[in-house]
């Protein structure tokens, strides 16, 4: 028998015979929770992100998962009447199917936050339902674009960021898609940046820029530095402040991190930030796009369709009247009274076709079990079952710390404004007292559902507001601050600049315009 691991608490450990017969299934894997379920390395191994055993010389691999980290306590056991109302309070949210409530964030900042989020997490259960394991590293360092150690594609090569990375051909043979196989089938790092169109474009940018630096740099190693680096202060530079509160934004970009990952443990990502708060952009999406001059009323379904992971047909290669105009996207290189597609308001009212997802749209991670077809009763319940504190106990945590160390405070929602706008139904079943005489959900709210309600009325939709935004910002620049390399972190000290090789507009900040002009796609 052979065996590996790669310390307590934080590996997957596996055992096969000594034939190496793990490719037929007789291998069998552990955590520090006990055995793993035969179906869920299924999964790992379709998703291409935990590599298991070479293809190509049949030896055992072994590879490290992460657990989430719980900053803010965790709930009771859910129960049966609990789910079942958090599935009522789902099923009575709004998903709006007219004109889409927009905001002033450029459309594409949703589907960059979602490719970002992803290059942090990627949620699988575990033995144990309540300690779920991260196949990410949880540092923002592009391992979803260039993979991660010993990871192997399909034909058994290494993700070793070769330049130039390959990009897919169009049916008009542009490079502007990401690497299919002749079915289809995304050859990228990370399968879940296929889920839609708009995601799967953004992890091409990536792709193309990373090919572009390469041009000016004398080896893959620096061009790849330099890709993490650039992608980072657009990260915490130009999405972060677009969607964070301004006050919360400002002091943890001059002050530092107060609550996440202030000790020097190893970075964990936060349990409530993957499976709540980091869901705002959910709220984000809209119903209809004016995509681009082909299709100017190109519909959420039409995201789904032109994909191989999401579609009920799937594509074998992404039809070119399909590619992204970027100037609409994210505002970049309009000219005069041009105006870019704007996200919708983050909010407690969705897209209408996020209320019902086709069974082939589904989140296929193992984290998200298909608990509903309905985002907001899957989102819920999910919580539920991870038993995430509600948000008022993240308020009373992040309050103490923040007042300690005299940090900007903020006042939590009051019943009132959790009711604001909210239809008859979902008002009734937010102060519903249950059968067995647990907390009314106004009392005991579901962090989620209160980041989306506290952006819509502390910020008007707009940002996020300061609990919500608190988390996501920390998260952020805790993931930016553990990468290696990272901005935060220059060698030598001082502050990070763009390399001006790379044609900022600023010569302290990166912006994903930056980037898409520096890749050539700015222009079709």
Not at 22 to 46: K, N, S
Not at 206 to 233: D, G, P, W, Y
Not at 300 to 307: M, P, Q, S, V
Not at 349 to 354: D, G, V
Request: aromatic share 8%.
């Amino acid at each position: 028998m052979k065996a590996g691991s790669e310390g307590h608490g934080q590996s997957i450990y596996a055992v096969a015979d000594s034939e190496g017969s793990a490719l037929q299934g007789q291998v069998r894997f552990f955590d520090d929770d006990g055995e793993l379920a035969p179906e869920l390395i299924h999964l790992d191994l379709e998703s291409l992100t935990v590599g298991i055993c070479s293809r190509a010389d049949r030896q055992l691999r072994v590879t490290q998962l992460s657990p989430y980290k719980r900053y803010f306590g965790q709930a009771g056991q859910a129960d049966t009447q609990r789910l079942a109302l958090l599935q009522r309070l789902g099923a009575a949210m709004q998903f709006n199917d007219f004109a889409d409530v927009v905001g002033d964030i450029p459309a594409g900042y949703t589907y960059l936050g979602q490719f970002i989020f992803h290059d942090l997490s990627s949620m699988i259960e575990g033995p144990v339902a309540t300690r779920p394991k991260n196949l990410r590293s949880a540092a923002l360092d592009l391992d979803s674009v260039f993979g991660s150690p010993n990871q192997e594609l399909e034909n058994g090569q290494s993700l070793h960021c070769p330049a130039p990375m390959a990009t897919g051909e169009t049916t008009y043979g542009e490079l502007r898609d990401i690497p299919r196989s002749a079915e289809g089938i995304p050859v990228i790092a990370d399968q879940r940046n296929d889920s839609n169109l708009p995601l799967a474009q953004v992890h091409m940018a990536l792709i193309r820029f990373f090919n572009a630096v390469s041009r000016v740099c004398e080896s893959n190693a620096e061009a790849k530095r330099m890709t993490q680096l650039h992608l980072q202060s657009v990260a915490l530079h130009d999405y972060a402040s677009r969607i964070v509160d301004d006050e919360v934004y400002h002091d943890v970009m001059t002050e530092g991190r107060a609550i996440i990952h202030i000790d020097r443990e190893a970075f964990l990502l936060p349990l409530e930030f993957a499976a709540a708060c980091a869901r705002f952009g959910h709220s984000m999406v809209r119903n209809r796009y004016d995509w681009n001059a082909s299709n100017p009323g190109g519909h959420l379904y039409a995201f789904w369709g032109n994909t191989y992971i999401s579609a009920a047909d799937p594509i074998a290669r992404l039809p070119g009247d399909w590619i992204a105009d970027w100037r609409r996207l994210f505002g970049v290189g309009m000219g005069p009274g041009e105006t870019p597609i704007l996200a919708a308001r983050i909010g407690t009212r969705l897209a209408f076709p996020l209320k019902n997802i086709k069974q082939h749209a589904l989140p296929r991670d193992t984290g998200s079990k298909p608990f509903s077809s309905n985002l907001a009763v899957r989102t819920l319940q999910r919580g539920c079952i991870l038993e995430l504190g509600s948000a008022q106990d993240v308020y009373r945590g992040l309050h103490s710390m923040l007042s300690r160390q005299n940090r900007p405070t903020f006042t939590l929602l009051t019943e009132d404004e959790l009711l604001e706008g909210e239809s008859p139904e979902v008002r009734a079943i937010l102060t519903e007292r249950p059968d067995d005489g647990g907390p009314k959900l106004v009392d005991c709210t579901p962090l989620w559902f209160y980041v989306l309600k506290e952006a819509q009325v502390r910020n008007r939709g707009l940002k996020l507001g300061p609990l919500g935004g608190r988390i996501v910002m920390e998260t952020l620049h805790a993931a930016v601050a553990e990468a290696r390399p990272s901005i935060l972190r220059p060698p030598g000290g001082g502050q990070w600049q763009p390399d001006p090789r790379l044609n900022p507009s600023s010569p302290t900040r990166y912006t994903f315009g930056d980037l898409i002009a520096f890749s050539g796609l700015e222009s079709r």
